[in-house]
Every structure is written in C-alpha cells, then in structure tokens.
C-alpha cells in the first residue's frame, strides 16, 4: 500500500482482500484467524477511505437472493482446463470431487446430480443448515457457501459476522455522519 500510495494510484485500481478459508484444505491454518482478519480488514478498509482508494463503498453488502453458481440451477457453469464441467468452483482439480462433474464439453452434460446442491432450495425449507437459517446475517451472506452446508464443516462465515459494527461505524463515518 505505502508504494501505490507513493505512486498515487490509489484511485486507479481495485484492491482488496480476502480471509482464507478451508476450501478442501487446511490453508487457513496458514493465515489470520477469522477474528484476527475481521481486525485486520477494518485497519486495512479505515485506511482505503482516509487515503481515497477505489471501490471501498460496499462496506455493507446489500440483500441477496442467492449464494453464488452452485445454486443457480443449471444457469452457471464452470469449465475446468479439461473441458469438465462443474456447478461449484470448489470441485475442480480436488480427487475426491471431480465424480460431481455433470458433464464435458466435448460430450455435453450428462449429469444432473450435483453433490445435493441440485436440491440447495428444498434443503432450506426442511431446515437443514439450523446455524445459518437462525443467523440474523443470513439476508445479506446467504449461507456464503452452500457446498459447506452440505459438508456439515467449517461454516464459511463472511468477515462481517465479526465487525459488521465497525463496518457500521465507517459506512457512518464515510458518509460524513449523515445516516
Ligand atoms: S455462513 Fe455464517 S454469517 Fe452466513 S448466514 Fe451462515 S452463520 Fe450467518
């Protein structure tokens, strides 16, 4: 940050971060905790704002309707170098997943079945993920990761499940105190 500030290109590019989080491994263990990211990005968003950095205005994310392309129902798909195609961007090149590839692109898609995620909207009316149904940030994070409801592990609880009142706060602050 100190060598764009230096170069003052702060509002030219877009910069940000990201907690890490087991996708399939244990890479989180390499990094923050979830609590010591929360902290890190409100120093890290504070000092976006003070030096004018593009893009730090969505502080609050907004009401969502879905999580992300596995429970579009077959709208989104991913293809993998080898022409595979997945419904999840967490399936491609781990072993264990690559079974739950619906198809190819050199044959078509030959598979509905999608790891249970084909059937993510029955599952939440039979309230299958109690945590996440019960949280009162379920409105704007959606779950975060249906994948995980399935696999009854590590809930992918966003950063703003633990600073969404310094987040508040700075939206406040951003917006010169007026709402
Ligand atoms: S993933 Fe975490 S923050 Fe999101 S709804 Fe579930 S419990 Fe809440």
Known sequence: MDLIEQHQIQDKIVFYTKDVHPWENDAHLLSLSKEDYSRFEIDFLSRKILKKYKNYNTLLPPIIQTTCMATSNGKSELVDVNGNLFTCNEFPYIERLLEYSVGNIFEGKTKQETY????????????????????????????????????????????????????????????????
């Open 116 to 179: 249970g995620l084909e059937t993510w909207y029955e599952k939440i009316e039979q309230n299958y993920n109690n945590k996440c149904l019960s949280c009162n940030l379920l409105p704007i994070c959606g779950g975060h990761c249906p994948k995980h409801w399935i696999d009854k592990k590590h809930l992918a609880c966003p950063s703003i499940k633990f600073n969404i009142e310094d987040k508040v706060k700075l939206q406040y602050l951003t917006n010169g105190g007026t709402n």
